[in-house]
Nanobody
Framework: VQLQASGGGLVQAGGYLRLSCAASGNIFRVNDMGWYRQAPGKQRELVASITRGNSTNYADSVKGRFTISRDNAKMTVYLQMNSLKPEDTAVYYC???????????????WGQGTQVTVSS
């Protein structure tokens, strides 16, 4: 199983970026998907998550600016980030909870991370 994340980069404050993360491999079903971030010297934190039924959860710091969405057919999760701030600078990691077979245990899997840098 692989998670391929893309869309990071350098942007000025007030700008936008769209991250995507596609899962591939021997997957029966993808359940929850999410994005986390880790800034230098800080712990990894949840940015946003989305269930298979499209219920969403956001960190207070990104509410109203970021939007998480998913395409179940493509096993892909997206993070639209608008009105970016320098404090959004971090490595962003996608996270996927999936199962290999019907009724099998859920597996928590991390992508490789993509750098987002917001300049002031």
């Amino acid at each position: 199983v692989q998670l391929q994340a893309s869309g990071g980069g350098l942007v000025q404050a007030g700008g936008y970026l769209r991250l995507s993360c596609a899962a591939s491999g021997n997957i029966f079903r993808v359940n929850d998907m999410g994005w986390y971030r880790q800034a230098p010297g800080k712990q990894r934190e949840l940015v946003a998550s989305i269930t298979r039924g499209n219920s969403t959860n956001y960190a207070d710091s990104v509410k109203g600016r970021f939007t998480i969405s998913r395409d179940n057919a493509k096993m892909t999760v997206y993070l639209q980030m608008n009105s970016l701030k320098p404090e959004d600078t971090a490595v962003y990691y996608c996270n996927v909870v999936w199962s290999r077979w019907p009724g099998s245990s859920l597996i928590n899997y991390w992508g490789q991370g993509t750098q987002v840098t917001v300049s002031s």
